[in-house]
T-cell receptor
């Protein structure tokens, strides 16, 4: 079975803390994504990566950065967490040459609360 | 920016009935996909329909695509209580650069009453 694993299901952090959300996929996929999901807003793309060490901004990259040092791992970093970053974070991967030509495989999500 | 807009926002039906969910989008697409999400979990891919296809089936799922109206519908036949979930349409736009991204709608909450 294909698998996308997010390191933490639930996190509680304080304002100003640095937060790392880790995502690992075991499918040898080239493409990896970070979305955030908020009630009434659906899924919004934060960053994506189509190759090791490559990254591109999505729709809402402000306040976030990412790292892709290895093909299987894509990390989302909140340099200084703020309360408006309280959300569900979803990692996904795909093997499509162009993202839109293939299905995304999602992790179970990481629910982050920033106090 | 949100590309797909699902309709209705919420749907409640009796077990055994059919559920129809609609998605409209604004720009030309490469393909359209439907996903399902159980409460508090990740999304699961259901079906993909390409821009040159009009209808696709997978088990109890039937998806149609009308590119002239920029709309798609997802039909779940003979619904079961286990179909209770949120459903999202996602589009891959042709107008973006080659490595295009999927843009998701806000989702439809389906409740199937036993």
């Amino acid at each position: 079975d294909v698998k996308v694993t997010q390191s933490s299901r639930y996190l509680v952090k304080r304002t100003g803390e640095k937060v790392f959300l880790e995502c690992v996929q075991d499918m040898d996929h080239e493409n990896m994504f970070w979305y955030r999901q908020d009630p009434g807003l659906g899924l919004r793309l934060i960053y994506f990566s189509y190759d090791v060490k490559m990254k591109e901004k999505g729709d809402i990259p402000e306040g976030y950065s990412v790292s892709r040092e290895k093909k299987e791992r894509f990390s989302l970093i909140l340099e200084s967490a703020s309360t408006n970053q309280t959300s569900m974070y979803l990692c996904a991967s795909s093997s499509a040459r162009g993202f839109g030509t293939g299905e995304l495989f999602f992790g179970e999500g990481s629910r982050l609360t920033v106090l | 920016s949100q590309q797909g807009e699902e309709d209705p926002q919420a749907l409640s039906i009796q077990e055994g009935e059919n559920a129809t969910m609609n998605c409209s989008y604004k720009t030309s697409i490469n393909n359209l996909q439907w996903y399902r999400q159980n409460s508090g979990r990740g999304l699961v891919h259901l079906i993909l329909i390409r821009s040159n296809e009009r209808e696709k089936h997978s088990g109890r799922l039937r998806v149609t695509l009308d590119t002239s109206k920029k709309s798609s519908s997802l039909l779940i036949t003979a619904s079961r209580a286990a179909d209770t979930a949120s459903y999202f349409c996602a589009t891959a736009s042709l107008l973006l650069k080659a490595n295009s991204k999927l843009t998701f709608g806000k989702g439809i909450t389906l409740s199937v009453r036993p």
